[in-house]
């Protein structure tokens, strides 16, 4: 090892990547700067950085990772996957098992491609949409990220959205000319010219926002009136919200899913699926072109299978008590030193807004994270040993590794980072 510390790995980092991070999301940017931790390991709920220093880790791969880190199914499934090869350019066993597990779960979802992220599935979900209906608009919700493909990198979620950029330099005015941006949980009225809506349709990029009840039925019906397809990005909430996803959760159909992040178990792995009269567009039976080298991975598709096997009904029933117990824990200590927040979950996500009313678009939630109180409080939690997402747009991920004893101490730690936060803000 050349280096030691995180600053002198993040010295270097600078000097050969830009910003020091290979996404920008992992920068404390957009949280007032700082020297990001550089993780040497990581073991269930915690991360080790490089300096031996152990942090309760609520970022969990914003979201890859549910099982925690190093769970020892997942790393044997990955060690026995890479002894037998770890590409072939042919179809392997693993590819079909996946999509068995993702298709059986997921009521509606009758055909599935496997691709290697999910920017890759939603860019190509898109693309399936429109050979399908042979039109060009699609529309997407303010605030909703779906990758960072040219089509969809407008109109904020997420990292975009932290760093205050409306669109990406480099995009093309051609490449969004058919993307139309609208404000979530609106039912806009379409025409016939709409390809795709596609939503998250529980929005987990400009932190966390529920759909209102009939948001989600109506872009349905509105979808079904004109003959546009509806797509669900559930590339955050797909086996992260509950056993078959928000869709089955919510008790909307789409005719397209977005998969990605907890379907690779910790590896690259996305998927897009759905009706199969869409899903036969694709070459090499239909006229839609889509394709990848890495596509459906051997050692991926192994590692999404034994992460998936491992999240069954109660699984899900144990993490989402475990986030609801933390939300009120968090909402009660923040309150104590008179800090106002609101802190929704969904199943077991978590947001976190320094506002004292309900958020329900992006407006809302970039009103809340002009408090500014947020970038306090992630440092001074980073500081007790509790890591995480380091913007104001992200969502608090506990994983099945994290233990009572880790929330509760988590909520002992939150009421003196509070306390720091609140002095803080009086000095001020
Ligand atoms: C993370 C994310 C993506 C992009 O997935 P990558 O694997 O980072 O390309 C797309 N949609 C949603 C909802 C996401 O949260």
Redesign the pocket.
């Known amino acids: 090892m050349r280096y030691s510390t995180n600053q002198e790995y993040f010295d270097r980092a600078v000097e050969l990547i830009p910003g020091g991070v290979n ?1 920008p999301v992992r920068a404390f940017k957009s949280v007032g700067g700082g020297t990001p931790y550089f993780v040497a390991r990581g073991q269930g709920a915690y991360v080790y950085d490089v300096e031996g220093k152990k942090y309760l880790d609520y970022v969990q791969s ?3 990772s549910i099982l925690g880190h190093a769970h020892p199914g997942v790393t044997a499934a990955i060690v026995e996957a890479a002894q037998a090869g770890s590409t072939f350019g042919a179809p392997t066993p693993n590819e079909v098992y996946l999509a068995e597990l993702i298709t059986s779960r997921v009521p509606g979802c009758e055909m599935l491609r496997l691709c290697s ?6 860019m190509s979900a898109l693309r399936v949409a429109r050979g399908f209906t042979s039109r060009s608009k699609i529309v997407k919700f303010d605030g ?5 493909s040219d089509a969809l990198l407008t109109g904020g ?2 990292g975009v959205a932290a760093l205050s950029l409306p669109d990406s330099a480099g995009v093309p005015h051609g490449a969004v000319a058919d993307t139309m941006v609208l404000p979530y949980n609106e039912v806009p009225i379409l025409n016939e010219s709409v390809a795709a809506v596609i939503v ?1 349709p529980v929005a ?2 400009m932190n966390l926002v529920e759909p209102e009840p009939g948001f989600l039925e109506g872009l349905r019906r509105e979808c079904d009136r004109v003959g546009a397809l509806l797509i669900f ?5 797909g086996f992260r919200v509950g056993y078959g996803g928000a869709s089955l959760r919510l008790g909307v159909r789409p005719d397209l899913w ?1 998969f ?2 907890v379907i690779g178990g910790g590896l ?1 792995v ?1 998927a897009f699926g759905g009706r199969k009269d869409v899903m036969e567009q694709l070459a090499p039976i239909g006229p839609v072109y889509q394709a990848g080298t890495l596509a459906g991975n051997p050692i991926a598709t192994a590692a999404g299978i034994a992460a998936l096997s491992a999240m069954d009904e109660a699984a899900y029933l144990k993490l989402e008590g475990r986030a609801k117990a933390l939300a009120d824990g968090l909402a009660k200590v923040l309150a104590e030193v008179g800090i106002a927040t609101t802190i929704p979950t969904f199943g077991p996500l978590l947001g976190i807004y320094f506002i004292d009313s309900k958020v329900r678009n992006y407006q809302e939630s970039k009103a809340a994270a002009a408090s500014g109180i947020y970038p306090l409080f992630f440092h001074a939690m980073l500081k007790r040993g509790v890591a995480l997402a380091p913007g104001s747009y992200e969502v608090i991920f506990p994983s099945l590794a994290h233990s009572w004893e880790d929330i509760e101490w988590t909520i002992d730690i939150a009421g003196g980072a509070a306390g720091e936060v609140a002095e803080s803000l009086a000095g001020h």
């Open positions: 996404s914003y979201g890859a992220s999910g920017t890759e599935a939603t909703c990220y779906h990758g960072h979620g997420s998250e987990a990029n990005d559930e590339v955050i909430t977005c990605g992040k690259p996305g």
